[in-house]
T-cell receptor, first 114, second 110 residues
Framework: DAGITQSPRHKVTETGTPVTLRCHQT?????MYWYRQDPGHGLRLIHY???????DKGEVSDGYSVSRSKTEDFLLTLESATSSQTSVYFC?????????????FGSGTQLSVL | GQQLNQSPQSMFIQEGEDVSMNCTSS?????WLWYKQDPGEGPVLLIA?????ELTSNGRLTAQFGITRKDSFLNISASIPSDVGIYFC??????????FGAGTILRVKS
């Protein structure tokens, strides 16, 4: 257990509404990531963070923003949700003690945009 | 971004069978990882590979880092029902970012 909690676990929202997903970690890891999972695409990186207030874009960042004001929380915001953002969202942390590349994932948030 | 081609897309297993899947890339990776995902859960790390030619085992699972550094293979020996799920390969990009394959879905043959 990497001490990652995602909230909410499920959310249904309407097109055009803002949505914020939260990722909380308890072990002070520096790197945190947001991925989305869609059939046929595997997991694709949205944004990641390498420290407080330090974030960068991933492969599919359009329509998403992130914030990291403290080490333990990494927020993903959909400013105006669209149906194409219906997906399962996973947060991950990189445990630098475990060696390069080893990401550990939360249980996911199922988001439906109607 | 880089693309990983994972095959097969899906397969059926019968208890006791050996299973093989692979992942190829158009670019070189210095680290390959294999994850498994159960329904309703996040992916869980199975094996990490750091050197070309490396062969690493984790119980009944064996993974290899291809010599060209553009591919990796995962084998499951003597499969059991709890092996069903989705298996993902992933390569580590510059900046500690993982790029994933589309996954191989393992189902039980009825």
């Amino acid at each position: 257990d990497a001490g990652i909690t995602q909230s909410p676990r499920h959310k249904v929202t309407e097109t055009g509404t803002p949505v914020t997903l939260r990722c909380h970690q308890t072990e002070n890891h520096r790197y945190m990531y947001w991925y989305r999972q869609d059939p046929g695409h595997g997991l694709r990186l949205i944004h990641y963070s390498y420290g407080v207030k330090d974030t960068d874009k991933g492969e599919v960042s359009d329509g998403y923003s992130v914030s990291r004001s403290k080490t333990e929380d990494f927020l993903l915001t959909l400013e105006s949700a669209t149906s194409s953002q219906t997906s399962v969202y996973f947060c991950a942390i990189r445990d630098s003690r475990s060696g390069d590349g080893k990401l550990f994932f939360g249980s996911g948030t199922q988001l439906s945009v109607l | 971004g880089q693309q990983l081609n994972q095959s097969p897309q899906s397969m059926f297993i019968q208890e006791g069978e050996d299973v093989s899947m692979n992942c190829t890339s158009s670019s070189i990776f210095n680290t390959w990882l294999w994850y498994k995902q159960d329904p309703g859960e996040g992916p869980v790390l199975l094996i990490a590979l750091y050197k070309a030619g490396e062969l690493t085992s984790n119980g009944r699972l064996t993974a290899q880092f291809g010599i060209t550094r553009k591919d990796s293979f995962l084998n499951i020996s003597a499969s059991i029902p709890s092996d069903v799920g989705i298996y993902f390969c992933a390569g580590l990009e510059y900046g500690n970012k993982l790029v994933f394959g589309a996954g191989t879905i393992l189902r039980v043959k009825s």
